[in-house]
């Protein structure tokens, strides 16, 4: 798996954040980045880092609108999903347009997993291609 960390000027096109799918009224319930990968937990409805362990199950429902950091955990926090556009690439990551990205470790996805949640629109944006409630066992 070849991990493709977020960029310095990470950040989203405001016409996709508008019309893509959002879930508002959450609350973070620990820290992350500005459009991290993030999912709900159904044990306290509380937003989390994505997860894509081998050993536990891929839960992603899309990329954080804001960061959270350790005294702000149980702020507001949206949900941008399907059909948003972010600036989330380095230069020197190499991916060619079109390349499909899965959720890998904290603040970054990979290039291979187990089910896609974006894919490279160029060599710095990404679109987010799955919507809320990806949810599956990791054999």
Same mark, same amino acid.
């Given at each position: 798996?070849?991990?493709?960390?977020k960029c310095a000027n990470v950040g989203y096109d405001a016409l996709s954040a508008q019309t893509c799918v959002k &879930?508002? +009224?959450?609350?973070?319930?620990?820290?992350?980045?500005?459009?991290?990968?993030?999912?709900?937990?159904?044990?306290?409805?509380?937003?989390? #880092?994505?997860? %894509?362990d081998p050993t536990n199950e891929l839960n992603f429902d899309g990329f954080a609108s804001r960061a959270i950091d350790?005294? #702000? @955990?149980?702020?507001?926090?949206? &949900?941008? $999903?399907?059909?948003? @556009? #972010? +600036?989330?690439?380095? %230069? $020197?990551?190499?991916? $060619?347009?079109?390349?499909?990205?899965?959720?890998?470790?904290?603040?970054?996805?990979?290039?291979?997993?187990?089910?896609?949640?974006? #894919? $490279?629109?160029?060599?710095? +944006? @990404? @679109?987010? &291609?799955?919507?809320?409630?990806?949810?599956?066992?990791?054999?």
């Open positions: 798996m070849a991990a493709v960390a &879930i508002s +009224e959450l609350f973070a319930g620990e820290k992350f980045g500005l459009l991290s990968p993030v999912y709900i937990a159904d044990s306290d409805g509380l937003v989390y #880092m994505a997860t %894509d350790s005294d #702000m @955990i149980g702020s507001p926090v949206t &949900i941008l $999903s399907h059909g948003v @556009i #972010m +600036e989330w690439l380095e %230069d $020197s990551d190499n991916v $060619s347009p079109g390349t499909l990205l899965y959720v890998g470790a904290a603040n970054a996805l990979e290039t291979t997993g187990t089910t896609a949640v974006a #894919m $490279s629109v160029n060599s710095k +944006e @990404i @679109i987010c &291609i799955a919507g809320p409630g990806v949810r599956a066992a990791v054999a």
